[in-house]
């Protein structure tokens, strides 16, 4: 493999031109608002501003989990922010998100309006707010927490790092590809110990550590994300790939798949979401098409 020329930083780095590949444009070294733009609100308790990115869909199936276990509260809307037309730079979102990150929530069911932002930080919310999906005994409580915040600072060096490097980069270089791919790797061999003798990542009890998880490296797991399975190998990793299945397999996480979803094949989209028969008419209207 051809060697890239070798880089030499300057002593003050400036923003000269695009960088990022097929994200180049949404790419800044500033934050805030680019133009003015409210965000919509539906009629539920719950606004939510997102993608079906892994991050994304963490959320839409804790909702669909709540829902699913007859928390009918947590009714929601699910409004599509697309990204790469620089929706989470309008005025509204970054009022929402001053970080410029999908998901962002809006909690409306109290006295005044709440934001929640950060994917994590809105599943635990969610969890405490509804009391479900996060053990209410002391050690299974923090066992939950430690697998949860895991996720959030593992999961960059497998989308940021690898999936950039590997998927994204206009031009793939071997050492950022290896050095992210032994590190993801390393991540999925934790995963695959602790599911050895755990069904779910605290225990026996399906939580919102496993939804935070299972949209990364469950995904990567089976197959969903960066068409990388072959390259890492994931088939070796059993029990993760024990664990993503029997999750994939929830009725609730099937929907949230695809609630916000814009790629992918026609009956696997739901660009919005702002009823449960959103799901069957969706349906309906694949059949009449076909």
């Known amino acids: 493999m051809t060697k890239p020329d070798k880089y030499t930083p300057p002593k003050v780095w400036k923003w000269e031109e695009e960088s990022g590949g097929n994200w180049a444009s949404i790419n800044r070294p500033i934050a805030g608002a680019t133009h003015d733009k409210d965000l919509p609100i539906g009629k539920h308790p719950f606004q939510l501003y997102s993608l079906a990115t892994p991050n994304g869909v963490k959320v839409t199936m804790m909702f669909e989990e709540l829902l699913e276990a007859g928390h009918k509260d947590a009714e929601y809307d699910a409004w599509l922010i697309s990204i790469q037309d620089g929706d989470q730079f309008s005025s509204g979102f970054v009022g929402a998100n001053p970080n410029s990150k999908i998901p962002a929530l809006i909690d409306r069911s109290g006295e005044s309006p709440v934001r929640v932002f950060e994917s994590g930080s809105i599943l635990l919310h969610l969890a405490e707010k509804f009391g479900a999906f996060l053990p209410s ?19 960059p060096y497998l989308g940021g790092g690898f999936g950039h490097f590997y998927a994204y980069a206009p031009e793939k270089f071997e050492y950022p590809i290896n050095r992210f791919a032994m590190e993801v790797k390393r991540q999925l061999d934790v995963l695959d110990r ?5 069904q779910y990542m605290a225990g026996d009890e399906y939580s919102i550590a496993d939804i935070a998880i299972f949209p990364w490296y469950g995904g990567l797991a089976l197959g969903f994300l960066y068409d990388a399975a072959e390259f890492l190998d994931v ?23 695809i609630v916000n979803k814009r790629w992918g ?8 979401r702002h009823d449960a028969s959103d799901f ?9 098409e076909a």
């Open 194 to 198: 602790h599911l050895a003798d755990n």
């Open 280 to 288: 069957e008419l969706r349906t309906q209207d694949k059949i009449s």
């Open 137 to 155: 005994k002391p050690a299974k409580r923090t066992e939950t927490l430690n697998w949860l915040f895991w996720q959030m600072g593992s999961a």
């Open 235 to 257: 088939t070796t990793y059993e029990n993760v790939r024990r664990w993503a299945m029997e999750i994939a397999a929830r009725p609730a996480a099937q929907r949230g798949r």
């Open 265 to 272: 094949e026609p009956q696997d989209q739901l660009l919005e």
